[in-house]
């Protein structure tokens, strides 16, 4: 039986374990640029870079950064991270998809509601954003990070949302 | 004391027998090497993240003392969560093996139920009543006992659990009756997390063999599951000192102990609306010749089904306030042949049945205030539409025959305020409406205060009551019984203090402090002037001790959580007597070391359990338990297989027997193992 099970554990690939909180996260944003759909009108220019944009106080600490480092999204464009504060609004209108840190949830509300029709992925990792209109959050359900998606918020926003990321997600409400 | 010595001898042992292999760990495609530089760890986890498919993101688990201990430094009390993988890394077979590993808690076994007993409280003859037992916050408690089942008679299928919550402490303020001592709440795995199907295989000691099909999909918005398994067991052949004699076969039980096991469970779920109905079935032999039956008799028998169908519906309204509504039936029996033996010779043919049913309805509303405040407001109303117990004497033609039913109506309030960043008050209270007892109101008061980010200190007071059964009102035993109407519930107050540190990313420490005074005690007496026996709230006790556990996690996969506990347990009288079955020192060891490149995992779950006393005063020597188990995932994590043994160094040991025992105490298995393979597709 422990030669069988010797045998087994070489011929998997996958180590189960776990993960930083914020790897993971990380992990899930790049997803997000792999499943979702953006119209041609989020972009300036073909060849523009995509933009996942922090706002408020990073707590990646670099992760995001060298999660994405050198890789692409669905539709081919490298992927860029960029810090935004929540007082330079316009600086928002570049970024495909907005993650808001903890440290924004009282001015979720406001980020929400400018940004409800424009083609961007808001996402943060506060309880009930994606109830209060924001299109996903992730969030912490036993040991595990999970996703809640606000389907009805990304086709206000014009973003089709893959059936393989509906499924791994909890659709909210 | 020698026996100390080998504990600790084989506890070294064990260390570094599994700490040897690791310096194959510097070599594993993860790149993760023991004190490597943090920041470049950190990047290479970033990066792996993002090598993982979506399903693989939801399934890693956060690594994270650190967030335990906020999840879990949040609730007024000292937590425990035990995690889907910790039950695949322990070999744990049952809700009652996982339970026994949770500090201050030990299992009795009588070869016929598993019973809990907390906190040096573990009164023989009791059927769990002073614990409440969820299953997704739905109350497992039957209606005519309170009885929980924790064994293989527990209604659902270890394997879909995806945690058990345990919160020790009177838990009355929010749940009513019979949270006494502790609040068990298991989390069912949901559709979503199912995708396919998964079948497993387990078969084991004893003639022992268990199987299971499950299927998670979603079709056209509807997430379902459904889960069908059964386990059938032969038996051993048991020896019982009492039976010793000629005329009951020397003693021996033959091809006793069995037993045959069904459980069924299916979910739908559709936004916020789930619809669950589940189903277990046991039915399992009796072999200690219990309540005066037949030695070596295969007819002694327990038939154990519970089943229920649940309707939740959760929603936010008007993005302030969260509504949360239940409605469920609840259908239990037992059915248990007797076969005493008659005077002239030969066996009756005796039965004894009890049937539950009742209806909840359950409403909760949630609301935050002002970022300060977190107010629920609930109402529970249960309708015992039947509590029936019968009992029917064959050489007579008697039954015997109750049957009440009634409406238990309660109404709860509770408030987390953040009285500053570091400072939390908890506050909540219930009162419980009961059709044929006095009611009971219970507050509780939890004070959650973080001096420093990774310390935590709770004060916690609260009390808790467990309301007359309608066993214990009016007990069908056969004519043995007088009922009482004039019972009133017993009632316990609990003082606790908890200390939880965080030292450093990888260590977690905690103490706490606890004191139990339990009044009413309902205990059976015997009624000289009737010449029955009869319950009544006689007795009263008290129990005072100290717990430390410690925790670690490192090179992510290692895991260490080892917990002692000290209670000092009376009968509160002038005498100050020791209470049966109250083990005065408790250890737990749970470790978990990654062996073999990260993909084999060895779990080493092991309890010692101190002097313990029978009903007849007599000690119960004091003994270590050690479980092992071997469990690698295999096939891009599609294969699970894992190899278990029980009892692994073959400790001969015995718990204390119950009122209906001939035996003073019951030998528990010796080493033991299972066998368990799971696919998924």
């Not at chain 2, 399934?59 to 949040?74: G, I, M, N």
């Not at chain 2, 260490?560 to 209470?579: M, N």
Request: contains cysteine; negative net charge.
């Amino acid at each position: 039986m422990l030669i069988l099970l010797g045998l087994l554990t070489v011929a998997g690939h996958s180590a189960r374990g776990q993960m930083d909180e914020y790897s993971i996260k990380a992990g899930y944003l790049y997803n997000f640029s792999k499943y979702v759909t953006w119209p041609k009108e989020a972009f300036r220019a073909a060849d523009a870079p995509f933009l996942i944009c922090i706002v408020g106080r990073d707590p990646f600490e670099g992760r995001l950064d060298q999660a994405i480092a050198g890789k692409n999204s669905g539709d081919g464009r490298p992927l860029q991270v960029r810090r935004v504060s929540n007082l330079d609004r316009t600086a928002f209108h570049d970024c495909q998809e907005v993650f808001l840190s903890k440290s924004e949830r009282d001015h979720a509300a406001e980020i929400v509601e400018l940004l409800k029709e424009t083609p961007t992925f808001t996402v943060a990792d506060f309880e009930s954003f994606a109830e209060k209109g924001g299109i996903a959050d992730l969030r912490i359900d036993g040991a595990r990070v999970k996703v809640d998606l606000n389907i009805s918020a990304a086709n206000r926003a014009d973003l089709k949302i893959n059936a393989r990321l509906q499924q791994v997600a909890n659709l909210v409400p | 004391m020698k026996s100390g010595y080998t504990l600790a001898g084989l506890i070294a042992c064990l260390v570094i027998t599994f700490a040897l292999p690791s310096a194959a760990q510097t070599v594993g495609p993860d790149g993760d090497s023991a004190g490597g530089d943090s920041k470049s760890k950190s990047a290479q986890e970033a990066k792996k993240a993002t090598d993982l498919s979506l399903e693989e993101l939801a399934d890693v688990e956060v690594y994270s003392a650190s967030k335990h201990l906020q999840r879990t430094s949040e609730a007024p009390s000292s937590v425990t969560v035990i995690t889907r993988d910790e039950i695949q890394e322990y070999g744990y077979r049952t809700l009652a093996e996982i339970l026994n590993s949770v500090r201050g808690f030990y299992i009795t076994y009588d070869r016929n139920y598993y019973y809990l007993g907390v906190r040096g409280f573990g009164r023989l003859g009791d059927w769990n009543s002073r614990i409440l037992v969820m299953i997704d916050g739905h109350r497992i408690n039957n209606n005519v006992y309170d009885q929980a089942l924790l064994g293989y008679e527990f209604p659902l299928d270890v394997d879909l659990i995806e945690r058990v919550e345990v919160v020790p402490g009177p838990g009355s303020a929010l749940y009513g009756s019979n949270a006494f001592f502790a609040v068990i709440n298991v989390i069912t795995r949901k559709p979503a997390q199912m995708k396919g199907i998964e079948l497993s295989v387990e078969p084991g000691s004893y003639g022992t063999y268990g199987g299971r099909a499950t299927y998670g999909g979603n079709f056209k918005g509807v997430e379902m599951l459904f889960s069908g398994g059964a386990t059938n067991s032969a038996g051993q052949n048991l020896f019982f000192r009492e039976f010793d004699t000629p005329a009951n076969n020397n003693g021996v039980a033959v091809n006793a102990d069995g037993f045959d096991d069904v459980h069924a469970l299916a979910v739908f779920g559709y936004r916020g609306l789930t619809v669950e109905v589940l189903f277990g079935s046991r039915d399992k032999h009796i072999p200690t010749a219990a309540f005066g039956n037949e030695f070596n008799d295969p007819r002694f028998q327990a038939i154990d089904d519970q089943a229920y169908l649940n309707l939740t519906y959760q929603h936010v309204i008007a993005g302030k306030w969260q509504l949360f509504a239940r409605t469920s039936w609840d259908d239990t029996s037992l059915t248990a042949p007797q076969a005493p033996p008659l005077p002239g010779g030969g066996v009756a043919n005796d039965d004894f049945f009890v049937h539950g049913d009742w209806w909840t309805g359950e409403l909760r509303l949630s609301r935050n205030l002002a970022e300060k405040h977190t107010l629920t407001f609930g109402t529970e109303d249960r309708d015992n539409v039947r509590q029936k117990q019968q009992f029917y004497i064959a050489p007579t033609n008697t039954t015997f025959l109750s049957a009440p039913s009634g409406w238990i109506d309660a109404i709860y309030a509770q408030d987390e305020f953040a009285i500053t960043s570091k400072l939390t008050l908890n506050a909540g209270v219930r009162y419980d409406h009961y059709y044929d007892v006095k009611g009971s109101t219970n507050p509780r008061l939890g004070l959650i205060y973080h001096p420093w980010t990774r310390t935590s200190v709770k004060m916690l007071y609260g009390t808790a009551f467990r309301a007359p059964s309608p066993f214990e009102l009016s007990p069908v035993a056969g004519g043995t019984f007088e009922a009482n109407p004039n019972l009133v519930p017993e009632t316990v107050r609990t003082m606790e203090g908890v200390v939880e540190q965080q030292l450093g990313r990888r260590f977690q420490l905690s103490g706490d402090v606890f004191q139990n005074r339990i009044k009413n005690l309902i205990t059976s007496e015997f009624d000289s002037s009737a010449g029955l026996l009869v319950y009544r709230n006689a007795q009263m006790a008290n129990a005072t001790g100290v717990e430390a556990e410690f925790q670690a996690q490192w090179a992510r996969d290692w895991r260490v959580v080892t917990s002692f506990t000290y209670t000092d347990a009376d009968d509160g009288s002038p005498a100050d007597l020791k209470l049966p079955n109250s083990p005065r020192h408790m250890a737990k060891l749970n470790l978990i070391a990654p062996l073999a490149w990260h993909r084999l995992f060895a779990g080493l779950d092991a309890q010692y359990t101190g002097i313990r006393y029978t009903l007849t005063n007599q000690p119960l020597g004091s003994f270590p338990i050690f479980n092992l188990t071997l469990l690698t995932h295999a096939l891009g994590n599609r294969a699970d297989f894992s190899a278990s043994l029980y009892n692994a160094l073959n400790r001969q040991y015995s718990d204390p027997g119950r009122p209906e025992d001939a035996e003073g105490s019951i030998q528990q298995d010796g080493r033991n193992f299972r066998v368990k393979m799971t696919v998924r597709f």
